[in-house]
């Protein structure tokens, strides 16, 4: 008797995903069956961290600050596969734990904002017309931009600054694509031990579990949410 196929996975794109946590999940995104573009800025590095991934997996050189390569790419995923299902907004600069709000140098807030918060915004408008009934958009966010987690800290300013903003553009675009039936929801992976985290975080793949639960919402699940590990974080 000859097996049923095996389900048929959708597209998942990951941007800023060469190392850490976005590459931890293209890992787990790939491992599950689906094909998956590894969105990186330098390409050459986005191939050496696809080497020895399982699955289909896609190097894209994708830049989230430049509307060129965010449109370049929402053209590639139209032509060779038509829909996005799971597009998770990684990309991330500037955790600058040097300056202080009054002290800083706003290059390096206007570059924050730039990738974290417009970069995220960006690419999901470049895709919108992408993302079919039950698409999931994830916000990697971060406990740094909740009022409520960081009253009174003064650390990472341009970091926070940048978050805080993304956690707004996560609130108004789930709003625009609810009734699509698209769920976009900001997702706190916690203090990771990656480049950006340092040293003493938890594990990579503790991270992933969290931005992966907004992946695997059920169709009826929340949207416009601010979580870590499926527990809700203060705005």
């Known amino acids: 008797m000859t097996s049923p196929p095996a389900p048929t996975r959708g597209l998942a794109v990951v941007t800023g995903a060469n190392r850490g946590l976005g590459l931890g999940v293209v890992r787990r995104l790939a491992?599950?069956?689906?094909p998956v573009v590894l969105g990186a800025r330098d390409a050459t590095r986005g191939h050496d961290a696809a080497a020895d991934l399982?699955?289909?997996?896609t190097v894209r050189a994708l830049d989230v600050a430049d509307q060129g390569s965010v449109d370049a790419l929402a053209a590639w995923v139209r032509?060779?596969?038509?829909?996005l299902e799971i597009l998770v907004n990684n990309a991330g600069v500037h955790y600058d734990t040097g300056q202080t709000a009054i002290g800083a140098d706003l290059a390096i807030a206007e570059e924050a904002l730039a990738v974290n918060a417009l970069g995220a915004w960006r690419t999901v408008v470049a895709c919108a017309d992408l993302l079919?009934?039950?698409?999931?958009?994830?916000?990697?966010s971060s406990g740094a931009g909740s009022f409520g987690e960081t009253r009174g800290g003064g650390g990472v300013p341009a970091y926070s600054v940048s978050k805080a903003a993304l956690d707004m553009v996560t609130v108004k675009l789930a709003?625009?694509?609810r009734p699509r039936g698209v769920l976009v929801n900001a997702v706190c992976?916690?203090?990771?031990?990656?480049?950006?985290?340092?040293?003493g975080g938890r594990p990579v793949d503790a991270g992933v579990d969290s931005i992966l639960w907004a992946v695997d919402l059920p169709p009826d699940g929340p949207t416009g949410t601010f979580t870590r590990d499926g527990r809700t974080v203060p705005w």
């Open 31 to 34: 491992a599950r069956g689906h």
């Open 54 to 57: 399982p699955g289909d997996v």
């Open 79 to 83: 032509a060779e596969h038509g829909a």
């Open 132 to 140: 079919p009934h039950g698409a999931r958009v994830v916000m990697v």
């Open 175 to 177: 709003a625009d694509l």
């Open 189 to 199: 992976p916690g203090w990771v031990a990656t480049d950006m985290g340092g040293a």
